[in-house]
Nanobody, 121 residues
Framework: QVQLVESGGGLVQPGGSLRLSCAASGTFFSIYTMGWYRQTPEKQRELVATITSSGLSNYADSVKGRFSISRDNAKNTVSLQMNSLYSEDTAVYYC???????????????WGKGTPVTVSS
C-alpha cells in the first residue's frame, strides 16, 4: 500500500512564506513525477507544480517566480517552497505522485490527504 503524507501547512500572513513537504511510503517502484495541487470549495483541483525524477519542473503561471519545487529521489520526498504568498494562494494543498505500485499498472496517481494553507493577516 502506498501513502503520501503532507506536512508544513498552516496560517501565514500575506507576503510570507511556507514550506510544504511530502513523503511517500509503502511498496512501489520508481516515482516518475511528484508534485503539488491545490483545491478550494470554489475551484476544482489544479496543478501548482510538478517535478520529474530527472529534476525537470513545471509550474502554474500563477506561482511562477514565487514557488519552488524540489525532490529527493533517494528519500521519496518532495517539497514546495512558497514565497510572497497571496490570499489567493489559500487552499488545501495535495501531494501527488505518479508511480508504479507493486500490484498495479505503470503511471498510477496517488494523493495525500491534503494540508491546508491559509494566507491572511
Amino acid at each position: 500500500q502506498v501513502q503520501l503524507v503532507e506536512s508544513g501547512g498552516g496560517l501565514v500572513q500575506p507576503g510570507g512564506s511556507l514550506r510544504l513537504s511530502c513523503a511517500a511510503s509503502g511498496t512501489f517502484f520508481s516515482i516518475y513525477t511528484m508534485g503539488w495541487y491545490r483545491q478550494t470549495p470554489e475551484k476544482q483541483r489544479e496543478l501548482v507544480a510538478t517535478i520529474t525524477s530527472s529534476g525537470l519542473s513545471n509550474y502554474a503561471d500563477s506561482v511562477k517566480g514565487r514557488f519552488s519545487i524540489s525532490r529527493d529521489n533517494a528519500k521519496n520526498t518532495v517539497s514546495l517552497q512558497m514565497n510572497s504568498l497571496y490570499s489567493e494562494d489559500t487552499a488545501v494543498y495535495y501531494c501527488n505522485a505518479v508511480l508504479t505500485p507493486a500490484d498495479g499498472k505503470y503511471g498510477v496517481h496517488y494523493w495525500g490527504k491534503g494540508t491546508p494553507v491559509t494566507v491572511s493577516s
